[in-house]
């Protein structure tokens, strides 16, 4: 059985730091993880996505620079370590794992059960 767990969300103020993990079980191998965000009132969007190599990687364009994904194959966790956050970043954060990379959300059969991120000005 597959699971997808994240921690490391919380409450901080604009400017501030938060990172994420995703600790992954029953899933092992050439995987793509990513990182999805849904805000109240908006669609999903995807975040930002690693390659089980590393080498490719992601970042809508609104956390470019701020964001950074990365992930330890040795303990199967992904992680995304968001800097200087804004209250636009408030959201649920959902990891997912998929075999090839996709933008949309639907494609990924393994998905975490979210963790809230809120940034107050």
């Known amino acids: 059985q597959v699971q997808l767990v994240e921690s490391g969300g919380g409450s901080v103020q604009a400017g501030g730091s938060l990172r994420l993990s995703c600790a992954a079980s029953g899933i092992t191998g050439n995987y793509v993880m990513a990182w999805f965000r849904q805000a109240p009132g908006k669609e999903r969007e995807l975040v930002a996505a690693?390659?089980?190599?590393?080498?490719?990687?992601y970042y809508a364009d609104s956390v470019k620079g701020r964001f950074t994904i990365s992930r330890d194959n040795a303990k199967n966790t992904g992680y995304l370590q968001m800097n200087n956050v804004k209250p636009e970043d408030t959201a649920v954060y959902h990891c997912?794992?998929?075999?090839?990379?996709?933008?949309?959300?639907?494609?990924?059969?393994?998905r975490g059960q979210g963790t809230q991120v809120t940034v107050s000005s």
């Open positions: 690693i390659s089980r190599s590393t080498i490719g990687t």
């Open positions: 997912a794992a998929r075999i090839t990379y996709s933008r949309d959300y639907a494609d990924y059969p393994y």
